[in-house]
């Protein structure tokens, strides 16, 4: 490989990471704010209230995109299966 095809292969790596990581970090994110902005007009300031909803929407949003991260994961695997065989 030359030293073009190395940077395509990585710059397309960090998309895909990019896209596959992006929608749990949203969500995260997401109900981070609205956590904070709840104890913000409570004056609860309790530092686990943060963990267990955080956690539970993440992995509920795991399991709606795991589809959508299998399809982007692979169709990369796909691009580096073509590179390889095409030498």
């Not at 704010?33 to 943060?50: D, G, S, Y």
């Not at 929407?57 to 073509?82: E, H």
Request: net charge negative; hydrophobic share 60%; charged share 10%.
């Amino acid at each position: 490989m030359t030293g073009p095809e190395v940077l395509d292969v990585g710059r397309e790596a960090i998309f895909v990471l990019l896209k596959v990581s992006s929608p749990l970090m949203m969500v995260g994110l997401g109900v981070g704010l609205t956590i904070a902005l709840f104890q913000a007009l409570t004056q609860i300031q309790e530092m686990t209230l943060v963990f267990v909803p955080k956690i539970l929407a993440i992995f509920l949003a795991l399991i709606v995109m795991l589809p959508f991260m299998g399809s982007v994961l692979g169709g990369y695997m796909n691009f580096i299966a073509d590179r390889i065989v095409s030498g």
